[in-house]
Structure formats: structure tokens, C-alpha cells
């Protein structure tokens, strides 16, 4: 009965966005730290972007500041990604998770991970 879903990858040209849904099942969403995780091939994972749950800050990682925002409905229990301005080297798979009593960066850097998703493909590509 828990369970997360992501959806909204696809195959995308240079410049364009994208917007990846995480719809967090059986989860009272607000409670928890929430992020994006990437794997991109031949690379380990990376935390793009989390939210702390309990003062609200937000970390980006550096390749994606200015173009990606994290966000969040806990009412409908769903974490979004929005993308934009991708480049190639996004190209990866796209993980959202959930995290608790961690601070953003801190859950960024892969600590306290409770739930992952299976993955969403995103593919920047001309």
C-alpha cells in the first residue's frame, strides 16, 4: 500500500522541459523530506534536488541551479520536478524519494532515504 510512482520522462530536445510527477501512495506527504535522485549512465547517483519537511529549505546541486525547481502538493500527496533549459548531460534516470528529519542537502548527499521510486527515463537529445 506504499508506494512511489513517477512519471512525466520521455525524450526531450536540448532547451526544452520537462515536468516529472512522484505521486507518494499510502504517505502523509507532508511529514516527510522529499527529493530527486538522478543516475546517469556509466555514473553513480546523484541527488539533484530535496526539500526539507521541516523549515522548507531547498538544496539544488549546482549542474541544476537556475534551471530545475522541486515542489511539492501534500493535499494530492505528489512531488513534482520541474525541468528546464535541459542539456545532455541530464540524460538519466530520474528517482524521487522520501527522507526523515533530514535537512536538504543532508538528504541530497543520500542520507536517511525511507522510500525510493522506481525511475522515470529522461533522455536530452537532439
Known amino acids: 500500500q506504499l508506494q512511489l510512482v513517477e512519471s512525466g520522462g520521455g525524450l526531450v530536445q536540448p532547451g526544452g522541459s520537462l515536468r516529472l510527477s512522484c505521486v507518494a501512495s499510502?504517505?502523509?506527504?507532508?511529514?516527510?523530506?522529499i527529493g530527486w535522485f538522478r543516475q546517469a549512465p556509466g555514473k553513480g547517483r546523484e541527488g539533484v534536488s530535496c526539500?526539507?519537511?521541516?523549515?522548507?529549505?531547498?538544496y539544488y546541486a549546482d549542474s541544476v541551479k537556475g534551471r530545475f525547481t522541486i515542489s511539492r502538493d501534500n493535499a494530492e500527496s505528489t512531488i513534482y520536478l520541474q525541468m528546464s533549459s535541459l542539456k545532455p548531460e541530464d540524460t538519466a534516470n530520474y528517482y524521487c524519494?522520501?527522507?526523515?528529519?533530514?535537512?536538504?542537502?543532508?538528504?541530497?548527499?543520500?542520507?536517511?532515504?525511507?522510500?525510493w521510486g522506481q525511475g522515470t527515463q529522461v533522455t536530452v537529445s537532439s
Open positions: 524519494a522520501l527522507a526523515r528529519w533530514r535537512d536538504a542537502e543532508s538528504m541530497c548527499a543520500g542520507h536517511g532515504i525511507t522510500e
Open positions: 499510502g504517505f502523509t506527504l507532508d511529514v516527510y523530506d
Open positions: 526539500a526539507s519537511a521541516h523549515d522548507g529549505r531547498l
